[in-house]
């Protein structure tokens, strides 16, 4: 895992090559408190992590931190071979020494543009390392909780940078690239960073809020949960506003079927005969029976219509062939021409005047046809009664 230190940079000179020497001390022992979200541990708000001088003043530890590159700020990545040239700016030497709980590294800058950043203020070092976090809690000998413990650290690199000062988001001051976590520690005095360089500015709906990492993570989390509340509403309001459309094209769809039965009515309304014309009608329908009643008596006139009673009296009349391929004008030419000298009674005027009255069975008969025709076309333009 890559982690980070500042320290101060102790007796800079320039040499007469124009170089910048300098002493740095990096890797102390002890415990150093770092934020659980940095260091794989989101659930727990700050993780103490130990240092045992067996490790920080191991061989291995030491050996690597000779012959270090230094950086001007951290890179955004491990320096190995092939990307020395691209963030080198010098290297350290390799009169590694323990120096009370630090690490004592010197360091030279070959780097003029660097120089002149140290020159100018830039004047922190941040020393770049890996290492295995080993989660076996305990306590130091001078009593001290730990969560875990630093083994197998590796210098990496040693960074030139401005005083830390932004904790988890800003490792290396203005600009800078996050490298890895770096510790909490009380002051800021002691070449180090308190509470409130470790909190992060998230935004708030419009305002700036400064939070732990932690704070930052419950945050997003609730603004993702109002963000997801707000996107349910909307598409449940969206889904809503579809039912009420559909709706609406449905009801209006009945209104127009509605419409169209009405207009229908009104249709058949005004074309179901006048009184006038029912009274025309039943006069012609008496007349026609008359007459082919007294053509034959014998031919049946319920339900008959007009035509029928014609070719039914031509063929009493004239003989079947007459009317076997003729139409329906022929037939009415003959029906008119036998039918002149024929000379009905006025039975119809009789049942208009005095009331229908049963005679005889021809009588009777042509009275039966005239009330069925009056009763059918009376009502002919009225809706058929369901069964």
């Given amino acids: ?18 170089y910048l020497v300098a002493d740095a001390r990096i890797a102390r022992t002890g415990i150093q408190t770092y934020l659980g979200s940095e260091v794989g541990k989101p659930d727990m708000a700050m993780v103490r992590v130990y240092r045992p001088g067996a490790e920080v003043f191991s061989e291995a530890t030491l050996k690597s931190a000779a012959h270090r590159p230094v950086t001007n700020d ?21 009169e590694i020494t323990g120096e009370a709980i630090f690490i004592r590294v010197p360091l030279m800058v070959s780097d003029e543009a660097a120089i002149k950043d140290i020159e100018g203020g830039k004047r922190e070092l941040s020393a770049g390392y890996t290492c295995d976090l080993d989660w076996t809690g305990g306590k130091t000998p001078s009593g001290e909780e730990y969560d875990a413990i630093q083994r197998n650290i590796r210098l990496n690199h040693v960074a030139i940078v401005q005083r830390g000062r932004a904790g988890s988001e800003v490792r290396i001051g203005d600009g ?48 993702k ?21 559909a709706k ?67 063929a009493a009349k004239l003989g079947d062939d007459m009317v076997k391929d003729a139409s329906e004008a022929e037939i009415a030419g003959m029906f008119r021409a036998i039918a002149k000298d024929v000379k009905p009674s006025d039975p119809f005027a009789a049942a208009l005047k005095d009331g229908i009255q049963s005679t005889t069975d021809a009588d009777k008969a042509v009275t039966d046809a005239y009330a069925a025709m009056v009763k059918d076309m009376t009502s002919a333009h009225l809706p058929a009664k369901a069964n």
């Fill in 176 to 223: 800078a690239k996050a490298w890895g976590p770096a510790p909490i520690t009380p002051t800021m005095d002691k070449e180090t960073r308190t509470m409130s360089d470790a909190l992060r500015t998230v935004v708030v709906d419009g305002l700036s809020v400064q939070t732990t990492d932690q704070g930052a993570q419950a945050i997003d989390k609730l603004q």
């Fill in 74 to 94: 951290h890179p955004p990545e491990l320096v190995n071979s092939g990307n020395w040239r691209d963030f080198a700016v010098g290297q350290t030497g390799d």
């Fill in 248 to 314: 609406d094209a449905e009801i209006a769809k009945k209104d127009e079927e509605i419409g169209t039965l009405k207009a229908d009515l009104k249709k058949a309304q005004d074309a179901a005969p006048k009184p006038a014309d029912i009274d025309k009608m039943v006069a012609d329908r008496a007349q026609l029976v008359t007459t082919v009643k007294a053509i034959d008596a014998k031919i049946e006139v319920a339900g008959k219509s007009d035509a029928d009673l014609r070719k039914a009296a031509v």
């Fill in 1 to 18: 895992m890559q982690f980070t230190d500042a320290v101060t940079v102790a007796g800079t000179r320039r040499r007469d090559d124009g």
């Fill in 225 to 245: 949960a109002v963000a997801d509340g707000e996107k349910k509403l909307a598409d449940a309001n969206r889904a809503h506003a579809d039912a009420i459309k």
